[in-house]
């Protein structure tokens, strides 16, 4: 099989290549990656593109930080050796990925879901981790446009009151950068309206720590109701806190707690934790000042121990769940999840899908490729927008081929420092 070497010197090929993208493709083939969509079908014809290669294409094009599907044609034209490494000679042009797009079905939703979970569960590094593992869960909205958007809806898009769309839901292992799983609905759909599906998904896939009682889940006010808090508290093992529902019941709680009784948190937050009324289920009221002096109130309800999280460190441990709320803005800036590729409800499905396992590859390749060096802590927003551009220039032989990049930039010299030391590391093509 024929390898890609790293090098850091000058070359005068003309052949070039996105070392981004080839060491990425390349960690992706070292550990079994594409083997899951071996399975995957659809009704299409396959004349010079499998299904899977069209696939993968869109992988190639989120890991390169393509905006848009016709994007594809500029940013993966030149890159034929990385389609090589795919067993293409060049990448499809975006007409081929609209198609697939257009013909996703129900049935393929089924399939990259199944895939998702296969990779998940033999490469994730929250579900080998020994430490407990916490998973936040929530929802975003993607608008759509135009009129002509499948299943499109009028739901709550802040800010943007009227517009139609859909909306997202995902469980996200913060610490890890792991998707965990995924849901897209109509723009009306109600985030509990997933709460039971991607409650199930985390419970099945991190078992081990659901019985060593290593697992916690942080959840927002939307998924506060009464009935689910005692749906979180019938699992054994499940560590949880969550905001409550309503802010009504806070604010008449509120009437019969002192000002002295609060502990300050913050410059405009305090908390109060309330005598424990119910075994197992204590219940945290936070005082909030607006800018304008007005005082609100909510509950924060948690089943882990005082002795592990006293009230001030529950207040800070449940503002934790920023993590997956920068995640969501992440994806829609740097992976464009924003713009919809496509106006078929599946289609759109299908790309957010290629999304989820792209980002955890890439989390994956900084994890054990990055480690040690400058990029491991890169956002993701640096490592696809930027060390994307950085070309390496292509030498064939009659054994290997040869990425050789010249140290002209600073992300240039980073990725020769991640790629060849401490020993070179070769890239193999998938053909």
Avoid at 319 to 330: D, H, L
Avoid at 378 to 399: D, P, Q, W
Wanted: aromatic share 12%; proline share 3%.
């Amino acid at each position: 099989m024929d390898r890609i070497t790293f090098l850091a010197t000058d070359c005068n090929t003309n052949e070039t290549i996105s070392v981004w993208l080839a060491s990425v493709l390349q960690f992706a083939s070292d550990i079994g990656f594409f083997k899951p969509f071996e399975t995957f079908t659809l009704d299409m014809k396959e004349v010079q593109y499998t299904v899977n290669q069209k696939l993968f294409t869109i992988m190639a094009s989120i890991i390169m930080g393509c905006e848009y599907t016709k994007d594809i044609n500029e940013i993966l034209g030149p890159e034929s050796v990385a389609a090589n490494m795919l067993s293409m000679e060049r990448f499809p042009d975006q007409s081929q990925i609209n198609r697939l797009l257009t013909r996703s079905d129900e049935g393929s939703i089924a399939q990259l879901s199944d895939i998702h979970n296969q990779l998940f569960r033999e490469h994730s590094h929250s579900i080998h981790s020994f430490k407990p593992v916490i998973v936040d869960i929530d929802q975003s909205g993607l608008l759509a446009s135009g009129k002509t958007y499948e299943f499109a809806s009028k739901g709550y898009f802040p800010n943007k009151a009227g517009k139609k769309g859909y909306q997202l839901s995902v469980a996200f292992a913060g610490e890890h950068s792991e998707i965990v799983d995924l849901y897209l609905d109509p723009g009306n759909t109600h985030c509990q309206y997933r709460f039971e599906d991607l409650l199930s998904s985390i419970t099945s896939k991190y078992a081990e720590h659901l019985r060593l009682g290593k697992l916690i889940l942080r959840l927002d006010s939307g998924y506060g109701s009464a009935e689910n808090i005692e749906k979180l508290r019938g699992i054994k093992g499940l560590k949880f806190i969550v905001k409550g529902y309503s802010t009504r019941t806070a604010a008449n709680i509120a009437r019969g707690v002192p000002l002295s009784a609060y502990t300050q948190v913050s410059d405009s937050a305090w908390v109060y934790e309330l005598p424990q009324v119910e075994e197992g289920l204590r219940v945290i009221l936070v005082q909030f000042l607006g800018k304008y002096g007005e005082l609100t109130y909510t509950l924060l309800y948690t089943n882990i121990s005082r002795k592990k999280l006293s009230a001030v460190e529950a207040f800070h441990f449940y503002n934790g769940r920023q993590t997956i709320e920068a995640f969501f803005k992440m994806a829609k800036n740097t992976y464009s999840i924003k713009n919809l590729r496509t106006s078929k409800f599946y289609g759109i499905y299908t790309f957010l899908w290629m999304m989820a396992m792209t980002h955890n590859l890439i989390t994956w390749f900084k994890v054990i490729k990055l480690e040690g060096t400058e990029l491991r802590e890169a956002g993701m927003k640096i490592l696809v927008k930027k060390c994307s551009r950085v070309k390496g220039f292509v030498e064939r032989t009659a054994e290997r081929i040869r990425v050789i990049i010249p140290p002209l930039t600073k992300l240039a010299r980073l990725l020769i420092e991640a790629l060849t030391k401490p020993k070179y590391v070769q890239l193999s093509f998938l053909i």
